[in-house]
C-alpha cells in the first residue's frame, strides 16, 4: 500500500519561482526521502532526512519534516528548466541497519517553464 | 563507475511467455530492490532481498518470481500468470549496515504486451 501521498499532484512554474511540494504519510518512520525521476528513467536520490531532523538543506533544495503531522515538504529554490521532472517522497520504517523497504508515493510532476 | 544496469531497455512480451528482466550492480550492495511504475503513478514494491538466497515479497508479488543467487544479480521473471504486465520496472540496490541509506536506481526496463 502507498503510505506517502504528494500534494500536488502537478506544479507548474516559471524560472525563477520557488517550488513546494508536501508529502504526508500514515505511520511511524525511521526517515523520510525525496527522489527525483526524469521522464523515462530511474529515481536519483536527493535528500534523507532523519525522524528525528526537522530541517535539512541541499544546495537549493530544503526539505522539512513534522512528525506530529506525519507530513515533508520539498522547497526548491530559484527554479530552472532543468528541474522538470516528477518528485517522489518516500518513507522507511525499518532500523537503520536493514535493508527495509520503502514505501512510495504517488508524485509530484513539476514543469518549470523557461 | 559503479551503478546499477538493467536490460534490455525495451521488452515485448508475447501471450503465454515467460520473460525475464536483468538487474546486475557493481556497488557491492546487500540489499536489492524490484519495483513496478504504471504511467502517471508512483512505485509499487515486487520483490526484494537483504542477502544471497534470500527474498521477500513486496505488495504485487502475484504473477512475478526472482531469484538472488549472486550478490550482484538479482533478475526479475514475469510469468504469464501476470495478466497486465505493460509498465516500467525499476531496480535499486541499497547498502546496509551503514546507518540510513538512499536506494540507487536503474534506469528500467520498460515491458509491453505484442
Known amino acids: 500500500s502507498q503510505q506517502g501521498e504528494e500534494d500536488p499532484q502537478a506544479l507548474s512554474i516559471q524560472e525563477g519561482e520557488n517550488a513546494t511540494m508536501n508529502c504526508s504519510y500514515k505511520?511511524?518512520?525511521?526517515?523520510l526521502q525525496w527522489y527525483r525521476q526524469n521522464s523515462g528513467r530511474g529515481l536519483v536520490h536527493l535528500i534523507l532526512?532523519?525522524?528525528?531532523?526537522r530541517e535539512k538543506h541541499s544546495g537549493r533544495l530544503r526539505v522539512t519534516l513534522d512528525t506530529s503531522k506525519k507530513s515533508s515538504s520539498l522547497l526548491i529554490t530559484a527554479s530552472r528548466a532543468a528541474d522538470t521532472a516528477s518528485y517522489f517522497c518516500?518513507?522507511?520504517?525499518?532500523?537503520?541497519?536493514?535493508?527495509?523497504?520503502?514505501?512510495f508515493g504517488e508524485g509530484t510532476q513539476l514543469t518549470v517553464n523557461p | 563507475d559503479g551503478g546499477i544496469t538493467q536490460s534490455p531497455k525495451y521488452l515485448f512480451r508475447k501471450e503465454g511467455q515467460n520473460v525475464t528482466l536483468s538487474c546486475e550492480q557493481n556497488?557491492?550492495?546487500?540489499?536489492m530492490y524490484w519495483y513496478r511504475q504504471d504511467p502517471g503513478q508512483g512505485l509499487r514494491l515486487i520483490y526484494y532481498?537483504?542477502?544471497?538466497?534470500?527474498?521477500q515479497k513486496g505488495d504485487i508479488a502475484e504473477g512475478y518470481s526472482v531469484s538472488r543467487e549472486k550478490k550482484e544479480s538479482f533478475p526479475l521473471t514475469v510469468t504469464s500468470a501476470q495478466k497486465n504486465p505493460t509498465a516500467f520496472y525499476l531496480c535499486?540496490?541499497?547498502?546496509?549496515?551503514?546507518?540510513?541509506?538512499?536506494?540507487?536506481f536503474g534506469d528500467g526496463t520498460r515491458l509491453s504486451i505484442l
Open positions: 535499486a540496490s541499497r547498502r546496509i549496515g551503514a546507518g540510513n541509506q538512499p536506494q540507487h
Open positions: 505511520t511511524s518512520i525511521n526517515n
Open positions: 532526512i532523519r525522524s528525528n531532523e
Open positions: 518516500a518513507t522507511d520504517a525499518g532500523k537503520e541497519t536493514s535493508g527495509s523497504r520503502l514505501t
Open positions: 556497488l557491492n550492495h546487500d540489499a
Open positions: 532481498s537483504q542477502i544471497v538466497n534470500d527474498f
